[in-house]
C-alpha cells in the first residue's frame, strides 16, 4: 500500500524534512521512506542551467546527472563497501513531476562540537584518504558536510563523480599531496589548533616545496589532461550503464577553501616560534672585547641575522589576476533584469519605470491630420 503513495517533495530548503541542501541538489526525508530522498529544487536546476538551452532540455540532462550518480554509487560500493552508503531507485510514477529521484542510506552527522571531537575527525579523514588513494582513487572535497556516521563508522554522504574519481599511476602522488592540502584548508576552517597540523605534515612529509610544486603542477594542467583521466576512469566503466565526464581539477577546490600561501604560514610560524622557544648559548668574552664594544655588536649582529631568517621564511601574500567582465550588451541586460526580476528591488523599479514608458509610448495617440484650408479659411 505504502509503495502506491504518492510522494510531495518539500517547497523550500526551509521545511522541517529537509536534511541539508547544497549548491546543485538537497536530501530530504519522507515518513514513507527508510532512507533520505536526493533530489533538486527548481532553482537550483535554473541557476545552473547553461545559456542556449530550454529548461525542457536542462531537465533531461539533469536527470541524466542523477541517474548517473546513483549508479556510480552503487558501482562505489561495490568496490569500498561500507564506506559508501547503499542506494535505491525509486520509481518516477510515486511523484507528480515525475523526476528522476533516488534513496541513499540515511547517516547522521559527524560530531565536530568539541575540540577533542574535531581532532579525531582531523586524523580520520586523512585515514579515508589513505585508504581511497591505496585504491588508486581520489576524494577531493573531503569536509565534515560530506561525511556521515552510520552505526558507528564514518562512510563518505557526497558521491559525486566529479570530485570523487579514478587517478592514473604516474599523477596518484600529485593528486595526495593535493588532497591533503584541502584537507588541511577545511581543517583551518574548523578550527584545528596549529601544532596538531603541523604534526600531520611532518608525518606526511608536506613541505613548502612539495605543496608550492604541486600546485604549479595542477595550475599547468590543461583541459586535455582532465579528459586524459576521464578516458582512464571511463576504461574501468565499460560494463557500467553510465561514463563519467567534467572532472573538477583539485585547484578549484584549494581555491575555494583558502590558498597555498596560508599552509606555509603555518609551516613558518612554528619554525619561527620554535627557534625563539629554544634557550640563548652564551658566548665568553674577555674583558678587551667589552672595553672595546664587540659585545654589543656580536650580539646585535646575531639578533639581526635571526630576525630577517624568520621573516625570509614567511612567504609574501599572493594575487590572482582578476578575470575580466563580460559586455554588458542588451540582449545580457534584459537577462540580468529578468534574473534578477524578485532578488534585486532596484532593478525591479528601473525595469518597472521601463515598461511603464514602453506602455505610454504604445498606447500614446496620433493627432488628428491637419484640415485644408482654402483663402485662409478652415473648411
Known amino acids: ?145 560530506n561525511v556521515g556516521l552510520r552505526s558507528g563508522t564514518l562512510c563518505l554522504i557526497d558521491t559525486d563523480p566529479c570530485h570523487f574519481y579514478r587517478v592514473p599511476p604516474g599523477m596518484i602522488e600529485h593528486f595526495r599531496v593535493a588532497s591533503y592540502m584541502i584537507i588541511l584548508l577545511i581543517s583551518l576552517k574548523i578550527q584545528i589548533p596549529a601544532d596538531v597540523l603541523m604534526e600531520k605534515m611532518k608525518e606526511k612529509g608536506i613541505t613548502s616545496e612539495r605543496m608550492e610544486n604541486t600546485y604549479q603542477y595542477f595550475k599547468k594542467l590543461r583541459t586535455v589532461d582532465m579528459k586524459n583521466i576521464e578516458y582512464y576512469g571511463n576504461q574501468f566503466f565499460r560494463n557500467e550503464p553510465f561514463k563519467i565526464k567534467g572532472l573538477m581539477n583539485p585547484l578549484l577546490f584549494i581555491h575555494h577553501y583558502g590558498s597555498v600561501s596560508a599552509l606555509k604560514n603555518i609551516l613558518a610560524t612554528q619554525t619561527a616560534s620554535i627557534s625563539l622557544n629554544s634557550p640563548v648559548h652564551s658566548v665568553n668574552l674577555n674583558a678587551s672585547d667589552h672595553s672595546s664594544g664587540k659585545v654589543s655588536q656580536n650580539s646585535s649582529a646575531y639578533l639581526m641575522n635571526s630576525l630577517l631568517s624568520h621573516l625570509e621564511a614567511v612567504p609574501s601574500p599572493v594575487y590572482y589576476p582578476r578575470t575580466p567582465r563580460k559586455r554588458l550588451t542588451k540582449r545580457r541586460t534584459t537577462r540580468i533584469l529578468a534574473r534578477n526580476n524578485v532578488r534585486n528591488p532596484i532593478v525591479n523599479s528601473i525595469r518597472e519605470r521601463v515598461l511603464e514608458r514602453k506602455r505610454q509610448n504604445t498606447t500614446k495617440r496620433k493627432p488628428p491630420p491637419r484640415q485644408k484650408t482654402a483663402k485662409g479659411i478652415k473648411i
Not at 509503495?3 to 523550500?12: Q, T
Request: proline share 4%; with cysteine.
Open 1 to 145: 500500500m505504502s509503495s502506491n503513495i504518492k510522494l510531495i517533495p518539500p517547497d523550500g530548503e526551509h521545511d522541517r524534512s529537509v536534511l541539508g541542501a547544497g549548491s546543485a541538489k538537497f536530501a530530504w526525508k519522507s515518513q514513507y521512506l527508510n532512507g533520505a530522498v536526493i533530489n533538486s529544487f527548481d532553482w537550483q536546476r535554473r541557476d545552473q542551467k547553461p545559456e542556449g538551452m530550454t529548461m525542457y532540455q536542462w531537465n533531461i540532462e539533469y536527470d541524466d546527472k542523477m541517474r548517473t550518480e546513483y549508479e556510480f554509487t552503487k558501482y562505489l560500493r561495490t568496490i569500498f563497501g561500507d564506506l559508501i552508503p547503499w542506494v535505491k531507485y525509486i520509481p518516477a510514477h510515486r511523484f507528480y513531476d515525475r523526476k528522476f529521484r533516488y534513496e541513499k542510506e540515511l547517516c547522521n552527522r559527524v560530531n565536530i562540537y568539541t575540540s577533542e571531537s574535531r581532532v579525531k575527525f582531523f586524523h580520520e579523514m586523512f585515514a579515508i584518504q589513505d585508504m581511497v588513494l591505496s585504491k588508486g582513487w581520489v576524494f577531493l572535497d573531503m569536509k565534515p558536510d
